[in-house]
């Protein structure tokens, strides 16, 4: 396939680029017969003849699902941006019930042993 080093070659070449820049200059790239249309449809629902509105990442909620198990609080990470970086990960996933018990049961296991023994001792376990 001939996509994969074209895309390759794309996104060195829009790296650092203002986002409505490098996707009005990959849209330019993108030609043959099949296109017209959807980059026409893509340009009538997405730009607003100086700026593109960003596109919603159809991948977000399941993307942040599985990284949900992975997300560890490390050696020198305060407790606040792990919750915070945790607390982004659960809406991404699509999770507002943050008593869900399986979300309590990642972040048992996501959170520092030490900082998990003082949580119990101080009788607010989550």
Not at 14 to 27: F, N, Y
Not at 61 to 67: E, G, M, N, V, Y
Request: hydrophobic share 35%.
């Amino acid at each position: 396939s001939r996509y994969g080093p074209w895309k390759h070659v794309i996104q060195q070449y829009v790296a650092g680029m203002e986002k409505d820049r490098a996707i009005s200059l990959i849209l330019s790239y993108i030609q043959g017969e099949n296109v017209k249309d959807y980059k026409e449809v893509l340009s009538t629902a997405h730009y607003d003849g100086d700026r593109w509105r960003h596109f919603k990442d159809s991948n977000e909620t399941s993307r942040a699902q599985s990284k949900l198990p992975y997300l560890k609080m490390r050696g020198g990470m305060t407790a606040q941006d792990f919750f915070t970086q945790w607390e982004q990960l659960c809406t991404k996933a699509g999770y507002t019930n943050h008593d869900d018990p399986f979300l309590l049961h990642l972040l048992q296991q996501a959170i520092r042993p030490d900082i998990m023994e003082r949580l119990y001792v101080s009788g607010n376990a989550p």
